[in-house]
């Protein structure tokens, strides 16, 4: 009940958490020995919208065929159960290297849900799952620098980890007091566009969907993460991988998969990433990434041992976010009084080659890789 006690104390005034010891989370990696994955149904992409500590959020990670790499995301945040607010955010990647990034972060007003909680409604916005629940629609008119008309239609089964997709945080299994869960469409094709002050960008190709819940405190939950969308003619390969805060044992989650079009080829807890190379970042003294390994493994449906991999350089820094100076206030307000946390998230682009091994056959296709690493404590 004390521990209950403290991590209550933490979510109110922001203070950093005891330590807890490993037997206080229960990794979904947990449930991935039994059901490696479970393909999501329509009914599985309801918004869980809490009324308690939470940050949930809807994001489209767009890869253009035109080479434009793009984002468009949906936050929903509470704090404490006292306030919640609502976010939209746009960003665009120009492929020339010389262009400015466009971000553009807008609060909403007025929020709401459909009867169904698939469908997100705000003033200028609007997020809505089609009837069959294979098609999102993104419409924003919320900044004028970033007016959205999004499509984005899946190509392949959406999957989360495990049985419920959900790491859980506590020290009693039968009442956590937090939970972490990520749900995927890692395959999708995109049309519409994104009109900007220097006109309109088309951003037909592939997207990657993510809906993720943080049932608590996001720098409680995770001290850094890793994500991975990578995306390639045949195949698309992701990864969202965090490791927790010494509160709960400084332990590593990584969720991910490998498909194609109508088919996931494997998906689970047991894929790694790491930095093989790295600098000190001389601000803020965080290791930057230069150069990473990542790895999937698991099974096929029909039982045949699947490898895969990706490795090299990252050779395009996208950009370097100093996450105090840019996000939103509500979110400054989670993490403002913790000593120690310096959030900053480094983008990257790249061309390598995924290699994929399917039973006895070996397959190599390049593709485009979108990577985050971000740090916070």
Known sequence: MLNWAKAQLANVAGTQEPIYGPDAINSVANQTKDT?????????????????????TQTFYLTADNGHIGMA??????VAGLRTTCQFNTKIFYPDGKTPNLWSSDPLSNHGFDDDRLSFYA?????????????????????????????????????????????????????????????????????????????????????????????????HAAAKWNFINFQSPTF???????????SYASTVVNVGGIVRDGEIICAGSSNTAAHTEAKTDVENEWPEPTA???????????????????????????????????????VKSFVG????????IYQYTAKPTLKLKIGDDIVEEQ??????????S
């Not at 490696?36 to 009324?51: G, I, N």
């Not at 698309?236 to 010494?246: E, F, K, L, N, V």
């Not at 490795?311 to 206030?329: F, W």
């Not at 593709?367 to 916070?376: D, R």
Request: charged letters at 20%.
């Open 123 to 219: 003033d200028n916005v609007a997020v809505t799952l089609s009837e069959d629940g294979n098609e999102y629609e993104i419409k924003s008119a919320t900044n004028e620098n970033s007016i959205v008309n999004l499509k984005v239609k899946k190509l392949a089964p959406a999957f989360h980890a495990g049985k419920d997709g959900k790491t859980y945080y506590g020290t009693d299994p039968a009442a956590p007091w937090g939970a972490m869960r990520h749900a995927f469409w890692p395959r999708n094709q995109v049309e519409g566009s994104i009109i900007t002050p220097a006109g309109e960008i088309d951003f037909k190709g592939r997207g990657f969907f993510v809906h993720a819940l943080q049932g608590m405190k996001p720098h």
């Open 236 to 246: 698309s390969a992701i990864m969202m991988d965090y490791t927790t805060p010494p």
């Open 292 to 330: 990473i390994k990542l790895s999937w493994s698991g099974k096929s449906k029909d039982g045949k041992e699947v490898s895969a991999s990706l490795e090299g350089p990252l050779s395009t820094k996208l950009d370097r976010v100093d996450v105090m100076a840019e996000v939103p206030g509500f």
């Open 367 to 376: 593709g485009t890789l979108y990577a985050e690493a971000t740090f916070i």
């Open 36 to 56: 490696p994955y479970s393909e999501l149904q329509k009914q599985d992409l309801r918004w869980t919208a809490m009324e308690s500590t939470c940050v949930e």
């Open 73 to 78: 995301q949906v936050i929903y945040s509470n």
């Open 337 to 344: 009084n913790v000593a120690g946390t310096v959030p900053f």
